[in-house]
């Protein structure tokens, strides 16, 4: 049997949270990792967002499969998984993001553990990776995130101080942009949560800014 692709709107982005968990998969507790990332996006983006959720178990070959079927079937523009990466013999996130890969971005997985170093320094160990998975003219950004929802938040958004200026950037500032070279919507954000940044030629008028009047 054929599976046939997800067709999308060329304006929505397209989202696969995917919770890697053994307890959380059997029914042991709530899964409190994709609530979290689907509370996060509620919060941070003006684009139009679909979600499409998996919550697996810590198994190389599950993880790896529910990636390809999040970009390869659903169309995903961005994939972002939480749990399994810490160096137990359980923790296979990165081994199976690292799999189904056809390039690494290894500056988001140094910057997560740079913000991590902020709190413990246990973020070391830390294995989280970030990769592009590219198949028949649609292209995917994944990114391992944290297991904890307090630190999914601090990763993605990073870390201010009381007036609102950055201490350490988070890492979904380099998000947009990095959509837009691999061919994904537009994507637009709520700059009191994180400032998408892009260099000025890539940059749009945004949709909620009223329309500049030209004088003649």
């Not at 990332?37 to 979600?51: D, F, I, K, N, Y």
């Not at 529910?66 to 990165?94: F, I, Q, S």
């Not at 637009?188 to 004088?215: C, D, G, H, Q, W």
Request: proline residues 7%; contains cysteine; neutral net charge.
């Amino acid at each position: 049997m054929t599976t046939t692709p997800t067709t999308l709107s060329t304006d929505t982005l397209r989202v696969g949270l995917v919770s890697v968990s053994d307890r959380a998969s059997q029914g042991v507790y709530v899964d409190q990792g994709i609530p979290a990332l689907q509370a996060w996006l509620q919060r941070a983006l003006c684009t139009p967002v679909q979600t499409v959720t998996r919550l697996i178990q810590d198994e190389a070959v599950t993880i790896s499969a529910a990636l390809l079927e999040l970009v390869d079937v659903e169309r995903c523009h961005l994939v972002l998984t939480t749990g399994g990466t810490g160096p137990a013999r359980r923790d296979v996130t990165p081994e199976a993001t690292l799999a189904i890969a056809t390039r690494e971005m290894p500056g988001f997985g140094e910057q997560m553990r740079q913000i991590s170093l902020q709190f413990v320094p246990t973020a070391i160990l830390s294995r989280q990776v970030a990769v592009l998975r590219e198949i028949d003219g649609h292209a995917a950004l994944i990114i391992n995130l944290p297991g904890q929802p307090k630190a999914i938040a601090e990763t993605l958004e990073g870390l201010k101080r009381e007036d609102g200026s950055s201490v350490v950037s988070g890492i979904f500032a380099a998000v947009p942009y990095c959509i837009d070279l691999i061919g994904g919507p537009y994507i637009e954000t709520n700059e009191t949560v994180v400032k998408a940044f892009r260099p000025k030629s890539a940059r749009r008028p945004s949709a909620n800014e009223p329309p500049v009047s030209i004088m003649r």
